[in-house]
């Protein structure tokens, strides 16, 4: 009995035994680490990938980049002594240098509204969102200070009933001319401008300068007086950029090929102000010339103004009929300049300058205005540009069709007459018909009645050739002073009635004087050159 107690015993006794070392192999192990190193940890993964991401994209993009940009980078950018002004900050720095784009001005005595401002660029998916635009005023227009005001600016000017309002920093109202009842209308229709304008022969280095065709922008719209609320450029690789600036009025853009030295620009504007008179502007802040290049290759401008939307009576809009239609609308001309726009107390006076290419070469009238001995510079009046003139935009009569116009409307009358001595003369601010008349030795009295003596004036100073009497036998060189002619500038109507109603007619006294006596006898002829 003892032994199996034994046994027993003994078999207990070897259990604990086997039970350490099945524990012991189990056992798990436990490391203690402190928040300071996982924090190191972290620290070292995150600058390790930041490392590493920025030099893939160094490698793979940024590389590229420069590699393909470097020749324009390095090219030069440096502006010539007769480029505008507004460039001298460029100028003083040195071309490599990248710096930001100017800012938008927003003149004195104008104020940008409260907008949104929203871009997406074509290589993301966020958008920007903004509800102020960063537009800086001309220095000029700063003026005083007070504890309400930052940099000369009023931050929130007090209205005439006290309160205030946040004008976004304009200053104090200036005095604006009002507008005419037909201005004001114009203003609010569905209607606007649209000038599109192509220029070649111009400089490469500034059609590839991003800075330089941003300020030109600037510009532009600064010397025409438009609010230009935000812009954006795009330089395109290998050369070439675009650029769009939005205006309060509407928009103007452009893109440029500096390797053919052409830029292509528009600008449309809603409203009456007329954009016409900017073309010298446009000219001279975009067409740029070439260093060292002679005449012919000259910036060379061709444009076309458009009339755009709906406006009532577009007919009697100037620019809806010839004046309009027939030459500012079309893009055939290799010349066309705006000589003359005058608006007179009786009409609109516009006398246009154009070449047209199938009758005309602008390289020849070109070498005309040199002296080089050529044959185009020893007959210049045979290369001289055509000539239009326009009435309230009407086209009235032309350099090139001159003498076929003013001679049949002169001599068949003239030649119908056994002996025409007194002749009258309606209209004819030119001063054409009268010098047609005044061929006839039979004459001894041309009376012309043109409202307009502005009219008569300008045509002497731009289409001198029309009143030219020098080739006649004892007359001025000036047809109105020949003394055989009278000029009254005067409605002729009214004038023919004063002297020709049965009551003046009747009524000769001795009160009167000589020159209304001496028109008191009748005509032998009247002419009407009059639309």
């Known amino acids: 009995m003892s032994g199996p107690k034994n046994g027993t015993g003994g078999a207990k006794g070897a259990s604990p035994r086997r039970s350490d070392s099945t524990d012991s192999a189990t056992a798990s192990y436990e490391v203690t680490v402190s928040l300071r190193f996982l924090l190191l940890s972290l620290a070292s993964c995150v600058l390790l990938a930041f490392t590493v991401g920025r030099a893939a994209r160094f490698i793979l993009i940024e590389g590229f980049h420069n590699a393909v940009m470097a020749p324009h980078d390095q090219s030069s950018m440096r502006l010539r002594p007769d480029y505008h002004e507004g460039m001298a900050a460029f100028v003083a720095n040195p071309p490599l240098v990248k710096k930001g784009l100017p800012p938008p001005i927003v003149l004195d005595g ?103 065709l941003a300020q030109a922008m600037i510009d532009i719209v600064t010397e025409s007086r438009l609010t230009l609320l935000s812009y954006h450029c795009h330089s395109l690789v290998p050369n070439g950029v675009t650029c769009v600036g939005v205006l309060l009025e509407s928009h103007v853009s452009f893109h440029t090929w500096p390797d053919d030295g052409v830029i292509l620009l528009d600008l449309f504007t809603c409203g009456s102000a007329p954009l016409v008179p900017l073309l010298p502007a446009l000219k001279r802040l975009f067409g740029v010339p070439r260093i060292d290049v002679g005449d012919d290759e000259q910036p060379n401008m061709i444009w076309s103004h458009k009339l755009r939307g709906f406006r009532n009576n577009k007919s009697k ?102 002996n025409p001595e007194r002749v009258a003369i309606i209209g004819g601010g030119e001063g054409a018909t009268l010098r047609e008349v ?56 009214a004038w023919f009635i004063d002297r020709f109603s049965g009551d003046e007619a009747a009524d000769k006294n001795e009160e009167d004087d000589d020159d209304k006596l001496d028109n008191l006898d009748p005509f032998d002829i009247i002419i009407m050159d009059a639309l």
Request: proline residues 5%; negative net charge.
């Open 317 to 418: 809009h100037p620019l809806g009929s010839d004046l309009g239609t027939e030459v500012f609308d079309l893009m055939i001309y290799d010349l066309k300049d705006p000589t003359v726009t005058e608006q007179t107390e009786y009409q609109r006076i516009d006398i246009v300058e154009t070449i047209e290419p199938r009758f005309q070469s602008i390289s020849d009238y070109r070498q005309s205005l040199t002296d080089d001995g050529s044959y185009q510079s020893l007959h210049k009046e045979l290369y001289l540009p055509e000539r239009r003139v326009f009435l309230d935009g009407v086209l009235q009569s032309t350099r090139l069709g001159d003498e076929a116009y003013h001679e049949s409307l002169v001599h068949p009358a003239m030649f119908a007459h056994a």
């Open 110 to 212: 104008k104020e940008v509204p409260k907008t949104i401002y929203t871009s997406k660029n074509f290589d993301t998916a966020a958008s920007t969102t903004s509800s102020n635009v960063l537009i800086e005023r001309p220095p000029e227009t700063i003026k005083g200070s007070s504890s309400d005001n930052h940099d000369g600016f009023e931050a929130c000017p007090a209205a005439e009933d006290g309160t205030k309002a946040c004008s976004r920093g304009k200053p104090k109202p200036v005095e604006v001319v009002p507008k005419s009842p037909e201005e004001e209308e114009e203003e609010h229709l569905p209607a606007g401008q649209h000038l599109l304008i192509d220029i070649k022969n111009v400089d490469g280095d500034f059609l590839n300068s991003e800075v330089r």
């Open 438 to 493: 005044l061929k006839h030795n039979t004459v001894k009295k041309a009376v012309m009645v043109e409202i307009d003596e502005e009219m008569v004036n300008l045509s002497h100073k731009y289409i001198s050739s029309w009143s030219d009497c020098s080739d006649l036998n004892d007359s001025a060189d000036w047809c109105i002073e020949d003394r055989r002619a009278d000029v009254y500038y005067e409605d002729a109507v």
